[in-house]
């Protein structure tokens, strides 16, 4: 039976993860997928370099919308159904597609249950010339069911009465409010209006409207940046986890990219639960919640066998493998000319997620060593063709370079095996 691990992070595809939780266990829920911007995004990240890419692709390119929203609609089912009555969902997109996702979230959620369309405006690098320059997001707000009651504490992310919200300055006059100071030194505003006088304290935090403009972009250089292409900012999901969620209650993002959702439930001292598909990413989160926060994170569904490990995505499985054996990814996101990474020891390495590696693979590597000027190098793979055995062998006499050809099998038992100088003489038919 399922156990809904909490403060955890899950890997694999959302759907097929969000369909073991329980129904009715989640109290807020964000969701910050790919935006059908029709782009590859590639990113280098980590310590010790670790690729990662993520396709906001779709068949069709821009015409591709409903292969889109085919797979995004069984996703959003699975928010739903995890949600508790009393939840609440956030669902961030931009103008790719947020006309389109909020017809499905009125079908979904039910049109009566929508509360707000947050425009998040922010200002950032570069001006349209031939239409006005694209600079705000869409954050689309749902109750799983407003008849039941949902959970909003305005007064968390309430905001100076007396501040403009998109410049920070303060107020001097408020439309013509006379000024004046209580006995305890506060001020207020009052105006009187059919015969009734309106009293305002300055001090007296108002709520935000669904126009978001006091929290920027992060820039390129910004030092939250932890080189994901679409990171959000921290402020943003803070608003979000203060104004939807009690202390102690569940945080779900089922597409944690970085984990910026995670950390701002743990800094508020809220559970959290997190997907990706990215083990990477998953990894990258982990670290990032360990580093900011002092805890130990535990990775569910990590790889374990051949067929976990066939099935990864490629970055996925390069990085597993080079976290593996100690080494680390070729910082070069394109261009690596045959090197996928290096050993603790800087010799190269190159990883093929398939059977039977052959003779091209060797030859590829051995034309890396000659032009780094490096006698050894590695090459991972399930499975090795005799001629690349052979092959190994003949540098090894001739030339006096080492490839060592390592089994995945063999490094889920022995990673150290990649060390070893020797060629080996078995060989796969």
């Known amino acids: 039976m399922f156990m809904l691990k909490e403060n955890a992070i899950y890997y694999g595809d959302n759907e097929e993860v969000l369909k073991q939780f329980p129904e009715g266990s989640i109290d807020l829920a964000y969701a910050d997928p790919p935006f059908f911007s029709n782009k590859l995004y590639e990113v280098i990240w980590g310590e010790k370099f670790e690729k990662r890419a993520f396709e906001d692709r779709w068949a069709g390119g821009h015409k591709g919308i409903n292969t889109y929203l085919e797979w995004m609609e069984p996703r959003l089912k699975e928010y739903h159904r995890v949600l508790k009555d009393t939840g609440t969902m956030y669902l961030h997109c931009d103008w ?57 504490d305005w007064k968390a992310i309430g905001i100076p009465r007396n501040v403009c ?54 820039q390129q250089k910004d030092p939250e940046r932890l080189g994901y292409p679409t990171q ?3 402020k943003l999901l803070e608003r979000i986890v203060l104004a939807s969620s009690a202390p102690g209650q569940i945080v779900l993002d089922a597409f944690c990219g970085c984990g910026t959702t995670l950390s701002a439930a743990q800094k508020h001292n809220r559970k959290w639960v997190g997907i ?26 990590a790889p374990a066998t051949l067929a976990d490990l066939k099935r990864m995505k490629p970055f996925d499985f390069q990085n597993w493998v080079l976290n593996r054996i100690y080494g680390s990814a070729n910082p070069k996101k394109s261009g690596d000319e045959g090197v996928d990474g290096w050993t603790f020891n800087g010799d190269p390495v190159q990883v093929k997620q398939m059977d039977n590696v052959g003779d091209a693979t060797v030859r590829l590597l051995f034309g890396d060593l000659e032009r780094l000027n490096k006698k050894f190098g590695v090459i991972v793979g399930f499975s090795f063709t005799s001629v690349a055995y052979e092959r190994a062998n003949e540098l090894k006499r001739d030339k006096g370079v080492v ?22 003489e078995n060989e796969d038919e």
């Not at 006309?99 to 049109?111: A, N, P, Q, R």
């Not at 063999?410 to 060390?419: A, H, M, R």
């Open 96 to 152: 790719h597609a947020s006309h389109y996702l909020k017809t499905v979230m009125d079908s979904i959620f039910g049109y009566n249950n929508f509360l707000n369309e947050i425009v998040w405006h922010y200002e950032s690098g570069g001006r349209a010339e031939h239409f006005y320059p694209r600079k705000h997001d869409v954050i689309l707000f749902y109750a799983k069911n407003k008849r039941k009651g949902y959970y909003f």
């Open 165 to 218: 919200e998109s410049c920070g300055t303060v107020l001097k006059k408020w439309n013509n409010l006379a000024k004046h100071v209580d006995n305890q030194g506060r001020v207020y505003r009052t105006i009187k209006s059919n015969g009734k006088i309106y009293k305002y304290y300055d001090d007296d935090p108002v709520p935000p409207t669904d126009v978001w403009n006091d929290i920027s972009h992060l």
């Open 232 to 234: 959000k900012p921290l």
């Open 276 to 301: 990706d598909i990215s083990y990477t990413a998953c990894k990258e989160v982990a670290k990032r919640l360990r580093k900011e926060y002092s805890v130990q994170v535990e990775i569910m569904g």
């Open 403 to 424: 490839i060592k050809l390592v089994k995945i099998e063999d490094i889920l038992k022995t990673p150290e095996i990649v060390f070893e100088k020797e060629v080996e």
